[in-house]
């Protein structure tokens, strides 16, 4: 497999609820974005790979999602792959997209992330959440999940208390990061929340599953990012081009297989060593924070503080955009939002505009090597799946 395949350009739309918005205007926006950045025209894109996860379930379209978003867009005959794959979608889809050119079948691809999660009617959104468990195993979640909230929440809440039973953190210091993702995305156009918000206010904010307050967790966001994939570094774009040191994607390991590495863990060892670099190498990173207790677990999974730190990194602001490790500069999920299937692409957006010194308000001192990491789904409680992205400078 070739190792000199880099990002030419990236492009995504503000995250939010856009009720009055198709999945082909938020596709046409972010790809027209992602084309322009690359200097690149439609007629050079040799294959697209379009990740969503809920359209069949939100607005009806199945089997065909890619092809309807990308046909009024002139791409012609080239293939369009469908990669479902839950919260962990838009990452697959690069997965595919980098493996697609570094096997020298293609030079120059399309990953695109689509989501419309909204409807008029929020039960429909939260049963479609639903569909991202194992739904055979008869994932136990509140009663009431599914019509007042995401049933993922319960499983939020579930890692809160395994946090403050196993690992000493407190309501204090998911507030903390909470707030962290919250005040970074006061500096992100295109995020969801924008207002920002304190520790208290995330402690005070409305309660959804004990522990775990509606600051805590993602909105449910519409939205689209795009990233267009191509061979070997342009030397005439002054460094613009953005190397992908790892892609890989990893899967729960079977129940009861002692010692096995979670999905986020797995994906994260893959990828280092695809690399050739360790955690301390990372300069910053944006990881999954579909709750604040996730992010947390997420830490040490990828070996980024040791199982037990996290209060310590929390309530010291390591994380913070002026720390050691600067976690979701973006807002992360909780501040930019989650739009599933252009979640994994909209990190990747960020890690590319700030290793190009080009994330404005919200440019990091050091952003030399960054790592993405987004999971996706359920299975007997844990993820299901993870992808992590290393990226450089080219």
Not at 124 to 135: H, I, N
Not at 188 to 214: C, E, K, W, Y
Not at 333 to 343: I, M, Q
Not at 366 to 391: K, P
């Amino acid at each position: 497999m070739q190792s000199d395949v880099v990002i030419r350009g990236v492009g995504m739309t503000p995250f939010g609820k856009f009720l009055g918005s198709s999945m082909k205007d938020l596709g046409r926006a972010a790809v027209n974005a992602a084309l322009d950045d690359a200097g690149v025209r439609v007629g050079d894109i040799q294959a697209v790979f379009f990740a969503n996860a809920l359209a069949g379930l939100i607005t009806g379209q199945e089997c065909i999602r890619g092809e309807t978003v990308t046909y009024p867009l002139g791409f012609g005959t080239i293939p369009v792959h469908n990669v479902e794959n839950a919260c962990a979608s838009g990452g697959n889809a690069l997965h595919l997209a980098w493996m697609a050119v570094a096997s020298g079948m293609y030079d120059t691809v399309l990953a695109l992330g689509v989501e419309k999660a909204n409807h008029e009617d929020r039960v429909r959104t939260f049963s479609a959440f639903g569909s991202g468990m194992d739904v055979e195993d008869g994932f136990a979640v509140g009663d009431d999940a599914g019509q007042d909230r995401s049933p993922f929440v319960d499983r939020q809440a579930r890692l809160a208390r395994t946090l403050f039973e196993d690992r000493g953190v407190t309501m204090e210091g998911l507030a903390r990061v909470a707030s962290r993702s919250l005040e970074n995305a006061r500096l992100n156009p295109m995020a969801h929340r924008r207002f920002g918000g304190s520790p208290q206010d995330v402690l005070q904010a409305r309660v959804v599953v004990d522990p775990i307050t509606v600051l805590m967790s993602s909105p449910i966001s519409d939205g689209a990012a795009a990233v267009v994939v191509t061979r070997r570094p342009d030397p005439e774009r002054s460094g613009r081009d953005v190397r992908i040191l790892a892609s890989r994607i990893a899967t729960r390991p079977p129940k009861g297989l002692a010692g096995a590495p979670g999905a986020a863990k797995a994906a994260g060892l893959a990828a280092y060593e695809q690399a050739g670099l360790g955690p301390g190498d990372i300069d910053f990173v944006e990881v999954h924070d579909a709750s604040v207790a996730y992010e947390l677990l997420t830490w040490s999974e990828l070996g980024l503080c040791e199982p037990g730190q996290e209060q310590e990194w929390a309530m010291k602001g390591g994380t913070e955009r002026s720390g050691a490790m600067p976690v979701n500069a973006s807002g992360g999920l909780v501040g930019r939002g989650h739009a599933l299937g252009a979640s994994g692409l909209a990190q990747v957006f960020e890690l590319t505009q700030q290793i190009r010194g080009e994330a404005g308000d919200r440019q990091l001192p050091r952003a030399r090597v960054g790592l993405a990491q987004i999971g996706g789904g359920v299975i007997d409680w844990e993820t299901a799946v993870s992808s992590v992205h290393i990226l450089a400078g080219a």
